[in-house]
Nanobody, 123 residues
Framework: EVQLQASGGGLVQAGGSRRLSCGAP????????IGWFRQAPGKEREGVSC????????YYADSVKGRFTISSDNAKNTVYMQMNSLKPEDTAVYYC????????????????WGQGTQVTVSS
């Protein structure tokens, strides 16, 4: 099974920024929609962002709109998520995944995913 590697997490001060990366050897991110979801302790998984391979359109959860930006770099076969103006409530394990399509319910149909990376935002 292919696992998408999420990396770039760490400890960040509130108001700070962090950039996460997603990819896997032999997995062409340009052939798939790629999304990020997160899960905090005691909470349901939340789809954070998604980028469509078809037209590059993006999806963002309301909680991160205006603060997070998902993008892809085909030359590096990597999808990024830039996170700005981080808040303590953004603290979670962040996972990247490949859904069939981006949309409000994209977590329900995943082709591949990985172990995730911890992002901790201190207050």
């Amino acid at each position: 099974e292919v696992q998408l590697q999420a990396s770039g997490g760490g400890l960040v001060q509130a108001g700070g920024s962090r950039r996460l990366s997603c990819g896997a050897p032999g997995f062409n991110v340009d052939d798939y929609a790629i999304g990020w979801f997160r899960q905090a302790p005691g909470k349901e998984r939340e789809g954070v962002s998604c980028i469509s391979s078809a037209d590059g359109s993006t999806y963002y959860a309301d909680s991160v709109k205006g603060r997070f930006t998902i993008s892809s770099d085909n030359a590096k076969n990597t999808v990024y998520m830039q996170m700005n103006s981080l808040k303590p409530e953004d603290t979670a394990v962040y996972y990247c995944a490949a859904p069939k399509l981006c949309g409000s319910s994209w977590l329900r149909a995943l082709v591949a995913w990985g172990q995730g990376t911890q992002v901790t935002v201190s207050s």
